[in-house]
């Protein structure tokens, strides 16, 4: 008689590499819009004639809707599902890259920016959660560190491509660096089409038998779920957060956040433009070992987050 496994003891299969490729090729989709944003930015100031305020709203347009999407998309994923939610954000990727491609004013860019921003938040919240969700215990942190991984080899080849495009794309080079992101997002879609929804979202909502038929067809007919109702029962609220258990926590993850990424964003979102105003004759190298430097980082936590505890790393 087969053994009776859990969700989080089932051994890693192909559904689970799947899941990790489908969840992560939406971070590098992430990773590619936002390093498009300097070259792209240095180009076309000059074309659309953007003075210094429209200029710092376009830089900043895709983070203040990153922001704006993290904090509502995983409340509205707690209700609609995960699977709806996380093919709507890639198609929004595609229109958005695209529409990009046709602005003729700093306004229409800046729009456009922010609705994709909210698209990249949407999917910070929706793929670490459904990632997190069908992974094994046993590889959950690799596989939800490679998240970030893959968001960095998506900055890091945007650097490329827009460097490329710089050079061959004509006088309309921004406009293909920026719509050039419809790519990626179009073979991601590809790949989240058809995914099943978590069990874990299923029996919240009381869709067991659904639940059921998902664990069979992908995980196995030995994975029960009976763990998936105590997750159930279980009840919380957000000002748990801020309890004695968690404000500890969250204030020290979010402050190293805070730290990383409010430097990183300021520097690189200008950095061609910072690079050459100092004197740097090639800004493409500049540029590119800012973001080598941050993939070598990635690549080392990803390789000592099942190694090293987390409160020692």
């Not at 997190?132 to 991984?149: I, Q, T």
């Amino acid at each position: 008689m087969s053994k009776i496994l859990t969700m989080d003891d089932v051994p890693l299969n192909k559904f689970h590499k799947r899941v990790a490729v489908f969840t992560s090729g939406g971070f590098f989709c992430d990773g590619y819009i936002l390093g498009l944003t300097g070259i792209a930015l240095a180009l076309l100031v000059p074309d659309l004639n953007v003075n210094p305020f429209w200029e710092g709203m376009i830089a900043s347009s895709a983070l203040i809707g990153l922001f704006i999407g993290g904090l509502i998309f995983g409340w509205v994923t707690d209700r609609i599902g995960r699977q709806v939610a996380f093919v709507i954000d890639l198609a929004a990727f595609i229109v958005v890259s695209i529409l990009q491609f046709f602005v003729t004013d700093a306004i229409q860019l800046f729009i456009l920016r922010l609705i994709m921003g909210i698209a990249i938040g949407a999917d910070y919240a929706i793929a670490p959660a459904l990632l997190s969700e069908f992974s094994p215990r046993r590889v959950r942190g690799m596989f939800l560190a490679w998240l970030n991984a893959s968001w960095t080899i998506g900055f890091v080849v945007a650097v490329f491509v827009s460097f490329l495009m710089q050079h061959y794309g004509g006088a309309d080079a921004w406009r293909w660096i920026l719509a050039s992101s419809a790519v990626p997002a179009l073979i991601v879609l590809g790949l989240r089409l058809g995914a099943p929804e978590s069990p874990r979202w299923l029996v919240k909502q009381g869709r067991v038998e659904e639940a059921k038929r998902i664990i069979h067809d992908y995980l196995g007919p030995n994975v029960a779920i009976d763990d998936l109702f105590v997750e159930k029962d279980t009840k919380t609220h957000y000002r748990e957060l801020f309890t004695k258990k968690w404000r500890k926590r969250i204030a020290v993850g979010g402050g190293f956040w805070f730290c990383q990424v409010t430097p990183y964003f300021a520097i690189l979102t200008f950095g061609p433009l910072v690079l050459s105003q100092v004197g740097i004759q090639n800004e493409f190298a500049g540029t590119l070992a800012m973001n080598l430097v941050l993939l070598i980082g990635a690549m080392v936590g990803l390789w000592i987050v099942d190694r090293v505890p987390r409160n020692n790393s």
